[in-house]
Structure formats: structure tokens, C-alpha cells
T-cell receptor, first 108, second 116 residues
Framework: RKEVEQDPGPFNVPEGATVAFNCTYS??????FFWYRQDCRKEPKLLMS???SGNEDGRFTAQLNRASQYISLLIRDSKLSDSATYLC?????????FGKGTRLHILP | GAVVSQHPSWVICKSGTSVKIECRSL??????MFWYRQFPKQSLMLMAT?????????EQGVEKDKFLINHASLTLSTLTVTSAHPEDSSFYIC????????????FGPGTRLTVL
């Protein structure tokens, strides 16, 4: 079993819809959690850090469930520009573990 | 945010040659840098962790004699792909952070390597 797992998708979602992704992690000692966004042929960029209390940034909401060992990302009122690959990242002991990413296509 | 540069942004070379890729932190010191490889339509794969002043730590399956890493200063790490072959053609990206690895990583723009 991989340490960080994501549904690879693709998720094909109409513009304006709400979409949610989950990411599970297997090591309970994991320390920090992030969502990154990667556009085609570009480097990843931080979308949000994920805190135990949950956090919201505009249309994006991230949550962490330590008991069930998963993090989630919710995108409301999706835009065409949200089309990208969303990477779940977990850190543990100064080691960074990437999920394989979830591809999202927003359809006009 | 912190700025990380990579050079070159793309390179085409003949099979058998060696290619050096530089990763620089422009406005902060980086004791640790990470090197990744990404094949088309696949996920990022961590290759190695580069530590300033000491040997790099390689992930399982990554040949340390093929992918030479040097982190000679607090702002520069280099990855040299030795005797490159077509199967080494990939997108190579570095990342680092002004803080520990448990914080946000800043990525370089990547280097696209094509080996003919």
C-alpha cells in the first residue's frame, strides 16, 4: 500500500459545480499536510496548507481527519481555470511524500 | 514567496553525454533541496534529497552513480545525469524551503531533458 493515495481521476465536472477530492495517508506519524496544484508541463504550486481545524480560502476548503487519516479538498463554484492536477502532499521526519495527483477537468 | 530557479529550462542532448542541471534558491539559504522526475502524464517521483555539505540521500531504485548530486553551497544544488540515454528523457524539478521540509516547498520551474 502506498503511503499517500489519491484517486487519479479524471474528474470531469461542469463549470459552477462543487467537487471534492480525498487523499488518504497510511502513516499516523505524518506531520504536515498540503494540497498543491500542478498545471500541465509546469511545476507544482502550493494551493493550501491543511490544518486540523480545517481552513478555507475563497472557493477552496481543506480539511484534515487524523482519526481516519485523510485530507480533503473541496472546490465550490468551479471555474474553467481550476482544471489542473491536484497533488496531496504529506511530510514526516523531514521527508516529503507526494500522492500521484487527481486530475480535474472543468467543462464549459 | 521564496524564489527557486533552475537552469537550463530545457536541454536536448545526444545519447551518452552528461547533462548538469542547476537548482538555486535566490533569496534564502537552503540546507536541503529535493530532486524529482516526472514522466509525461505521470506523477512526480522523488529521486533524492540533497543536503548541503554532505552526501545526498537517494530513493530506492535511483542509481546514485547515474544521477550525481552536489550541494556545495547553501543556495545551489546540481543534478548531473551521466551518460544520458533516451529513457532518461523527462521533466526534472527541484524544490526547497527556507524552513524545514515540514513547511511549504517552493519548486523550481523544471528542466525538460530530451535525450536523442
Amino acid at each position: 500500500r502506498k503511503e499517500v493515495e489519491q484517486d487519479p481521476g479524471p474528474f470531469n465536472v461542469p463549470e459552477g459545480a462543487t467537487v471534492a477530492f480525498n487523499c488518504t495517508y497510511s502513516n499516523s506519524a505524518s506531520q504536515s499536510f498540503f494540497w498543491y496544484r500542478q498545471d500541465c508541463r509546469k511545476e507544482p504550486k502550493l494551493l493550501m496548507s491543511v490544518y486540523s481545524s480545517g481552513n478555507e480560502d475563497g472557493r477552496f476548503t481543506a480539511q484534515l481527519n487524523r482519526a481516519s487519516q485523510y485530507i480533503s479538498l473541496l472546490i465550490r463554484d468551479s471555474k474553467l481555470s481550476d482544471s489542473a492536477t491536484y497533488l496531496c502532499v504529506v511530510t514526516r521526519d523531514d521527508k516529503i511524500i507526494f500522492g500521484k495527483g487527481t486530475r480535474l477537468h472543468i467543462l464549459p | 514567496g521564496a524564489v527557486v530557479s533552475q537552469h537550463p529550462s530545457w536541454v536536448i542532448c545526444k545519447s551518452g553525454t552528461s547533462v548538469k542541471i542547476e537548482c538555486r534558491s535566490l533569496d534564502f539559504q537552503a540546507t536541503t533541496m529535493f530532486w524529482y522526475r516526472q514522466f509525461p502524464k505521470q506523477s512526480l517521483m522523488l529521486m533524492a534529497t540533497s543536503n548541503e555539505g554532505s552526501k545526498a540521500t537517494y530513493e530506492q531504485g535511483v542509481e546514485k552513480d547515474k544521477f550525481l548530486i552536489n550541494h556545495a553551497s547553501l543556495t545551489l544544488s546540481t543534478l548531473t545525469v551521466t551518460s544520458a540515454h533516451p529513457e532518461d528523457s523527462s521533466f526534472y524539478i527541484c524544490s526547497t524551503s527556507p524552513w524545514s521540509a515540514n513547511n511549504e516547498q517552493f519548486f523550481g520551474p523544471g528542466t525538460r531533458l530530451t535525450v536523442l
